[in-house]
């Protein structure tokens, strides 16, 4: 019995751990992406956390674009690696492609829930502190201006109700459903 409870507390530290930094990598990634402040002070503490790993990676893997090839490579493999040691913990043995599958619809997933966050932080602030100005939610601005602005293009204008935030949530959670989980299911159906 005791086995499966060590199991279980061993997923989760292992979950955590990596989940940790692999948010900070891909908060990296989507704040490099849509071009937001990196003199903001949480930008700098998420730039000093992951460029003891993304500096050295740059020297060999060469951005394309806007994409930063090295963050999303590093993304990949942490996530590949977490469910690697998850599925060994548990006694199973996981194909390459099966993880890999897995590994990609766990980043999409948390590509979606950080989207998300951030607009339930922009919608509890525009009800508690409108107008308000910190470090964190110039960043959140940022974060979510590209997903917003196009369906605030798109909705019609309410006065000062702005209906693109339930519209967007509703997009991601239909998102989740319809995409994450048919790909995690295929890349289980891989192992």
């Not at 893997?61 to 493999?77: M, N, Y």
């Not at 469910?83 to 979606?112: D, Y």
Request: no cysteine; aromatic share 8%; hydrophobic share 60%.
């Amino acid at each position: 019995m005791s086995g499966g409870y060590l199991t279980s507390a061993g997923i989760f530290v292992l979950d955590t751990v990596f989940g940790l930094y692999i948010g900070a990598v891909l908060l990296r990634l989507l704040l490099q992406w849509v071009r937001a402040d990196f003199y903001n002070p949480l930008s700098q503490a998420v730039v000093k956390l992951t460029n003891p790993v993304l500096r050295p990676m740059r020297r060999y893997i060469p951005a394309l674009g806007r994409i930063d090839t090295a963050s999303v490579l590093l993304l990949i493999l942490l996530q590949m690696l977490n469910l690697w040691l998850a599925v060994a913990l548990t006694g199973g043995s996981g194909g390459a492609i099966g993880i890999l599958v897995m590994a990609l619809a766990a980043l999409l997933s948390k590509t979606i829930y950080a989207f998300t966050f951030a607009l339930l932080i922009q919608v509890v602030a525009s009800w508690v502190m409108p107008g308000a100005r910190s470090p964190v939610f110039d960043l959140v601005d940022s974060l979510t201006e590209p997903l917003m602005r196009p369906l605030r293009a798109a909705l019609p204008n309410l006065g000062a109700l702005d209906l693109s935030p339930m519209v967007a949530l509703m997009l991601l959670q239909l998102a989740l459903m319809l995409v994450v989980s048919p790909l995690r299911d295929f890349g289980v159906s891989l192992l």
